[in-house]
């Protein structure tokens, strides 16, 4: 069993972001492999508090990510995150310098592996830079919403530049599937997240009927 970030490992993170039930239904059916990342998404965390990350935390006895993309009083969300078992926590890339690196250096602090999500960021180079403390890994970052523009695309681009001057894991999220997962390494990313979604979903991803138990392998293979 791990629970430590390699940099010389690539990794599918496979993001919850509905229901504690969806939780308990489908990660049951997850095999264990070092390289799976498990995330506790943003509007999961937001319906069901800590004890929904805890409650994966519970379930799965690798890495997990609490996906918080956190703007403010980095220190206490950091504890929380902590607290219930997280590997790593995000921050949002639209905080503060102050707060990010606050962010960081309390992360650094306890263990956990700090994430930067760069959603909404044009120039993701020019958000790392005037910081104090550097985040762990960087997450270039296509939002759900922006999937619905065919123009809007995953920067892979900025990979490079962040990757010329700081030496930190790359995640890739924003319509990944178990098809399109090889791409992003492809393009350079250590970490390829995919969402499992509802079939009445408009989003990209995994759909939660899926038999999870040949296709996550099948994944993996990729990796």
């Known amino acids: ?18 229901t504690a039930a ?15 990342i498990i995330e506790a998404g943003t509007p999961y965390i937001k319906r ?26 980095a220190n206490e969300e950091v504890q929380l995150a902590y607290s219930v078992g997280a590997n790593a926590v995000t ?16 992360c650094e602090q306890y263990g956990i592996l ?17 910081l104090k403390y550097k985040p762990k890994a960087v997450v270039i970052h296509k939002g759900r919403d922006e999937e619905a523009n065919p123009r809007s695309i995953i920067r892979y681009k900025d990979i490079n530049k962040v990757r010329s001057k700081y030496g930190v894991l790359i995640s890739v999220a ?4 178990q098809d399109s ?17 509802k079939s009445s979903d408009v989003n990209v991803g995994l759909v939660d009927t899926m038999n999870f138990r040949s296709i996550i392998p099948s994944m993996l293979r990729e990796v």
């Open 1 to 18: 069993m791990s629970r430590t970030f390699l940099d010389n490992q690539r990794y599918v993170q496979i993001a919850f972001n509905h």
């Open 91 to 106: 921050a949002a890339g639209t905080a503060p310098g102050e707060t990010l690196d606050f962010f960081n250096e309390v």
């Open 174 to 177: 924003g319509g990944l599937n």
């Open 181 to 197: 997962v090889r791409k992003a390494y492809f393009n350079g990313a250590d970490i390829a997240v995919v969402n499992i979604v």
């Open 48 to 73: 069901e508090g800590i004890a929904g990350i805890r409650l994966i935390r519970r379930l799965w006895r690798g890495l997990v990510v609490a996906d918080m993309k956190v703007t403010d009083g």
């Open 114 to 130: 700090s994430m930067i999500d760069m959603l909404g960021q044009e120039n993701p180079l020019k958000k790392l830079m005037p």
């Open 22 to 36: 969806d939780v308990l239904r489908i990660l049951p059916q997850i095999p264990y492999d070092p390289r799976l």
